[in-house]
């Protein structure tokens, strides 16, 4: 993926690496924290965060970091993909205003509780946050099988910002009401699925639109968009299931199967238009 001649500055960066903010014990991944990984990947909702931060180590309110382009070159990788997303939706989504995206090393306070890297990429619609530990694009990798490319990162990221978008829009505060409306745990989760996937197609919006918002300087390359198909796919709530050895079932998923997280990140990619992710249709 082309980025490196990409504009700094835009990705509302606060870099909190170094801070602190405590790990989980016994330093690596076990078999629970890679079912939560696999849970909340591309995204939690907010009520979610604050129960597992009660079983991590507490609540708390958001500490200030050190605001602007990071200098090191994972940190200027999510300043300017994450200035470009916003430069996409500034363009598609009247009123838009970009989140703060926040880097963290182990665990760091949110306005949705106190968050761990073991949880993941995630949003907080409580303080309009993207929090991301860098050290996932490793876990990626190593505990669940996806691609470590570029776009493929960058997918990681989109997605996220696509629940900002949900939340400027209403979306996610309609979820949470139908949710609470529902008459079982299986009929939430299909609306939690299609606000998952609602934003894989966003992370498609996204990359249809990333060159034409930087004269190039932040663009696709051959292969891209495929590394981020076979991410999505790895991701799948079924493919996360088997491959922790448990029994896939369909009424438990959060995220989607993988070949409807393929589905909507590819049609995303290919309308480049918004106005078709609605996940919703049937629901």
């Given amino acids: 993926m082309k980025w490196q001649g990409g504009r700094r500055g835009g990705g509302g960066i606060s870099d909190r690496r170094g801070m602190g ?26 009520s979610t965060t604050t129960q597992l931060a009660s079983q991590f180590g507490g609540v708390g309110s958001s500490e200030a970091g050190v605001e602007g382009t990071p200098q090191d070159q994972a940190g200027q990788f999510v300043d300017v993909i994450g200035g470009n997303i916003n430069d996409v939706w500034t363009a598609q989504l009247m009123g838009y205003e970009p989140p703060t995206v926040v880097l963290y090393e182990s665990g760091t306070n949110t306005g949705c509780g106190y968050g761990q890297a073991a949880m993941g990429p995630f949003y907080c619609p409580s303080d309009r946050t993207v929090y991301l530990d860098l050290g996932f694009w490793q876990q990626m990798q190593t505990q669940l099988g996806a691609s470590g490319a570029d776009f493929a990162k960058a997918y990681v990221i989109a997605h996220e910002f696509g629940h900002h978008v949900q939340t400027l829009t209403g979306t996610s505060a309609q979820v949470r009401s139908a949710q609470q409306r529902a008459s079982s745990q299986a009929e939430g989760n299909r609306y939690s699925v299609a606000l998952e996937l609602q934003a894989d197609c966003y992370a498609g919006v996204w990359a249809r639109n990333a060159a034409g918002v930087s004269n190039g300087q932040v663009a696709l390359e051959p292969g891209d968009l495929e590394e981020g198909l076979r991410t999505a796919s790895a991701i799948g709530d079924d493919a996360i299931q ?42």
């Fill in 21 to 46: 903010g405590g790990a989980l014990a016994g330093g690596g991944l076990g078999v629970g924290v890679l079912a939560i990984l696999g849970y909340l990947f591309f995204g939690i909702d907010p």
């Fill in 242 to 283: 088997s491959r922790g050895g448990g029994r896939v079932s369909p009424d438990s998923f959060t995220h989607g199967s993988s070949e409807q997280r393929v589905e909507w990140l590819r049609r995303g990619f290919q309308s480049g238009d918004p106005a078709t992710c609605d996940t919703f249709a049937g629901l």
